[in-house]
Structures are given as C-alpha cells and as structure tokens.
C-alpha cells in the first residue's frame, strides 16, 4: 500500500516533459515527481550560478536580484562578482567582531541587505575582473577560508592590546584566497575603481526596501530582525502576512524579481525534485488501526523519508499569522538560504506557486530553479527585498514612503 496514505491525501501524479538527472536517491525522472508546472508570469534574470562549497547565498541571490534590475531596467546584461562583495563584508564583520571583543557573530552567512550596503560603501566590480578564485579551485569552496579567517580572529581577540599590524594580516589572509583588490581595472575598454563601476549600474540603492511579517514587533514599523546572519543590525519594514504577499505578487506582475531570504530545512522542501510544500498531515488519529500499526513501527528516519516521498499535489496546511509566528519562536522557521523570486506559476490542479531561482547550480531537474508553494512561501519566508516603487499604494501609506 502507498505509504504515502498514512500522512497526507491522496495526490495526481501526471506526466510532463524534462530531463532526467542522478539524485542521491538514484535518478529523478520527471513523470516520476508527478507535478505539471505552468509559468504565469517570469521576470528576466540573469543565469544561474553556483556557489559550491560556500555559505554565502546571500551574495549570490542578492547580485542576481540586482543583475535582473538592471537586465529589467536598463535593457543589459551584466554579471557582478560576488566574491568583492564577500570579501569586503569579511572585512567588515572582522572589525565589527574585534570591537565587540569576539562576542559579535563572524561566519559565512549574510543578509538580504548586504549586498546594497557594501555597493554603496565600497563599490562593485564585474566577475571578470574579480572572480576570487586564488586558491587552486575551479569552483568556490570556503571551508578552510573560514577556518583560516576564525581562527585568526579568535587568536586576535584573546590578546591584552591589539596590534597595528592584525588587521593588515586578516587582509593577507583574504588576498592569498581571494586575490589583491586591485585599485583600477579594466572593463570593456574601459578604466573603473569599484566605486566607478558601481555608479555605473546607474542603480538607485534607496530603492530597495527589506520586509518581514512577524506579530512580537509592532506592525508599520522596522525592526532588527533577530537572526544571526543579520550582523548590520539592519531594519526590516514589518507588514501584515497578506500584505507580505501582496508586495511579492505586485512586484512580480511589474516585471521585478524579488530578494528572498527563507527556511529551507522543511520534509516538503526538495530542490533537486523542483518542488517546496508545507503538506498537511494525517495525524495517527485519522488512520485505520492497521494503518496505525504499521506507522508506530517506522523509525524516525523512516518516517522522514515517507514525509519527503511527495508525488504530486498534497493538500497543504492554512498558514495564518498566528501559525507563522509560532514557528518562528518555536525556531521551527529559520534563516536558512538566500534566493530569488521570479516568477508566478500553477499546477495541474490550479494550486498557486512561486518560481525561485536557486544558486545551487544547473544539474537539478528545472535547471537550477523550482516551485515554492504559496502555504511555503507563507509559512517560510523570513524576509524579502523588493524595489519599493513596486510596493502596493495601500501599503505605502501605512509605512510613510
């Protein structure tokens, strides 16, 4: 019997067509997920990327987030480097973390409004003239830079007096992995600083606006959002669950991505399968005594795999504000990952989804991106960034902009 029946009903499985791809399970045949997907509305972004064996999604999501601004904007194409705008919040977090005697956070996590803060202080450069890849590796991969740059930190902290000379060190460090910053570069024959070639973006960075949704702040107002990876201590506006929503569709439907910042730690959260749900399960109360019987026998484990094996539309759980908040105080929503909304879709049965740009690279089922439903995206989310000119007039005029 389908196991399947003891947590969740009864799902359509139809066939579509794709590509097959090896997953850790063996391979992913698309008849086999049993979702049809339909693009409703898709904003231009630039392609997917993939930041391998590093934490630093943030980067990667919030320069495609800024990359489809201008390809939407501005009618080209450009690719920043991510690797400037991590190097330089390193350098950042490693200052903060020395005044703060080491009790600040220092890790390869960020946020959604690091990107803009370190444009707008230190400048951009182009992935060509930039790439940060010193170290004898085709692809980024951070484990031992962060032990490395920890490590040098913590030993910087526990002295009696600082050096002149620790920051210049910590700076050593980053040139050997990342490569010196240069003063000038070159860029389609022509001569930029960093700061040159952000001002050329023609990108307006009081523009964008970071929301949340959470009732233990007070709504219409901003808030530091209590999440580790938030070391700017950076305000996001708080709105109302539906109005959260409403800035998402809005700004979709005028042709602009969405920054996205969500738990991605969820048994209905499976990327390589091209799918995020929130199912609603049958509580062993709703089962038949066999059924019951055969449940309590499952480890843990087991049962995880039962609530991760979807195949094709559930019903999923009602995400109201209450529910949202409780699982961001009971820490069952984290801050996990960085990504980029673009896109409204549907599926077979007319459920309502979210297409989302993942930096995990292309060799997944959709290519590097996938369907977040809307109980998910409810439900999830921590935060979003969005171009405020897109924000719905009703909202506006409760937070004054």
């Known amino acids: ?11 359509v499985a139809l066939c579509f067509a794709g590509n097959a791809l090896a997953d850790d399970e063996g391979v992913v045949v698309p008849d086999s997920t049993g979702f049809k997907f339909t693009d409703v509305t898709v904003v231009k972004t630039t392609p997917v990327q993939d930041q391998n064996q590093s934490g630093t999604c943030w980067c990667f999501s919030g320069d ?12 080209r194409v450009v690719d920043l480097s991510e690797m400037y705008t991590v190097r330089m919040c390193y350098e950042e977090k490693a200052l903060r973390f020395i005044r703060m005697y080491g009790q600040a956070n220092f890790s390869e996590g960020g946020g959604l409004l690091d990107v803009p803060y370190i444009i707008g202080k230190y400048g951009a450069m182009p992935e060509e003239a930039y790439p940060g890849l010193n170290y004898g590796e085709e692809a980024h991969d951070h484990s031992e830079l962060i032990s490395a740059l920890t490590s040098y930190l913590k030993g910087v902290s526990r002295g009696k007096k600082l050096s002149k000379a620790w920051f210049e060190g910590f700076k050593g460090i980053l040139d050997a992995y990342f490569g010196k910053v240069p003063e000038t570069f070159t860029y389609n024959g022509k001569t930029y600083t960093p700061k040159s070639y952000a001002e050329s973006l023609n990108l307006d ?18 808030f530091v959002l209590e999440v580790p ?11 109302q669950l539906d109005e959260l929503k409403a800035i998402i569709d809005n700004s979709l439907n005028n042709g602009h991505a969405v920054l996205w910042a969500a738990d991605v730690s969820e048994d209905g959260f499976n990327f390589r399968r091209g799918y995020a749900l929130m199912p609603k399960e049958r509580t062993e109360a709703d089962m038949t005594e066999s059924e019951r019987k055969e449940w309590e026998q499952f480890s843990d484990r087991k ?15 009602e995400v109201t504000q209450e529910v949202r908040q409780e699982m961001f105080d009971r820490q ?20 309502r989804y979210y297409k989302v740009q ?27 960034m969005v171009n405020k000119t897109t924000v719905p007039a009703a909202v506006k005029s409760k937070i004054g902009i």
């Open 1 to 11: 019997m389908d196991i399947l029946k003891f947590l969740m009903l009864p799902a």
């Open 64 to 75: 495609t987030f800024l990359e489809s601004e201008i390809m939407n904007g501005q009618d």
């Open 205 to 222: 960075l009081d523009n964008y606006m970071a929301f949340t949704s959470f009732s233990h702040h007070p709504f219409y107002r901003p």
């Open 229 to 239: 990876d938030n070391w700017l201590f950076g305000l996001y506006m708080n709105v």
């Open 303 to 317: 049962r995880k795999e039962v609530r991760k094996d979807i195949k094709g539309p559930v019903e999923e759980i």
């Open 332 to 351: 069952l929503t984290t801050d996990d990952h960085g990504m980029v909304i673009v896109g409204i879709a549907t599926d077979q049965e007319g459920n």
């Open 358 to 384: 993942n930096s995990w690279n292309t060799n997944q089922l959709y290519g590097g991106f996938f369907y977040v439903s809307e109980p998910y995206m409810l439900a999830k989310t921590m935060s979003i």
